[in-house]
């Protein structure tokens, strides 16, 4: 489910929460919510707004660091492949087809995740790479080096392409990370109580539905940057594909 609906969504369950409670306000008797049962009320949502707050925290940092590793893989990956493009090149004029393959697979691959036209859709999986990428591995074991340079060149060229595979598919296995939805729906579970009683214990009056609306949108932005983070390489937050760019700028130089 697309992380704008699941924050629309809590934010309906939140807030609809808070109107439940001023309704409720005049159901209550009035013994129920003297300053002895507010108190008491005041101190048990207490407790739940820290633990809220506490998962709210560790939910974002966690989606952060996610997000910051695929960042930082990218970032690596271009300077593996400008590398390994450079360590082909000194290898000797044998290699121009296979430095061709690769420009031309990352310029595909940046295509398909950063595409030029924002209205096309984001791939992240491309299965019909992998064959290319097989292919340069091979064409680069197949190389018949005539000087031990060359084969110190072919060992590092291999060296690279394996890196870059490894790095490839640890991206794609991030790209997918998401909040379970049981932790979610636990987590909305205790955001409702709170506003149920943010409601319960307030006047009605339209400050305070003004106050709890933005409470309810902020608790509803948070759960969509945290949604989007987990997906880092689709959707409106994602990582920058500015470092493949400069790769595949400085290919075949």
């Known amino acids: 489910m697309q992380p704008l609906i699941i924050s629309s969504i809590v934010f309906a369950c939140v807030f609809g929460s808070a109107l439940l409670g001023m309704l409720l306000r005049t159901a209550v008797p009035d013994h129920h919510v003297s300053?002895?049962?507010?108190?008491?009320?005041?101190?048990?949502?207490?407790?739940?707004?820290t633990m809220a707050a506490l998962v709210l925290g560790l939910l974002t940092?966690?989606?952060?660091?996610?997000f910051d590793t695929v960042d930082s893989e990218v970032q690596q990956s271009a300077a593996h492949i400008i590398l390994l493009d450079r360590v082909l090149a000194q290898y000797g004029p044998e290699t121009k087809e296979t430095r061709d393959m690769l420009r031309q697979a990352l310029a595909y691959r940046i295509q398909l995740t950063w595409p030029d036209d924002s209205s096309r859709a984001t791939r992240v999986e491309a299965p019909e790479m992998t064959p290319t990428i097989e292919g340069i591995q091979s064409r680069v074991r197949a190389l018949s080096p005539q000087s031990d340079a060359q084969r110190d060149l072919q060992s590092k060229a291999l060296s690279?392409?394996?890196?870059?595979?490894?790095?490839?598919?640890?991206?794609f296995a991030q790209a997918g990370n998401s909040v379970p939805m049981v932790f979610l729906i636990v987590l909305v579970l205790w955001l409702a109580v709170l506003f149920?009683?943010?409601?319960?214990?307030?006047?009605?009056?339209?400050?305070?539905?003004?106050?709890l609306l933005f409470c309810?949108?902020?608790?509803?932005?948070?759960?969509?940057?945290?949604?989007?983070?987990?997906h880092p390489l689709a959707g409106s937050i994602k990582v920058s594909g500015a470092p493949l760019r400069f790769a595949l700028a400085h290919l075949g130089q």
């Open 35 to 49: 300053q002895d049962s507010k108190d008491v009320v005041k101190m048990a949502m207490g407790l739940l707004a």
């Open 216 to 230: 309810a949108l902020s608790v509803a932005g948070s759960i969509f940057l945290i949604l989007e983070m987990g």
């Open 160 to 171: 690279l392409i394996g890196e870059l595979t490894a790095t490839r598919w640890l991206v």
């Open 196 to 211: 149920i009683s943010f409601g319960l214990l307030a006047p009605r009056n339209a400050t305070v539905v003004v106050a």
């Open 61 to 66: 940092a966690s989606a952060k660091s996610s």
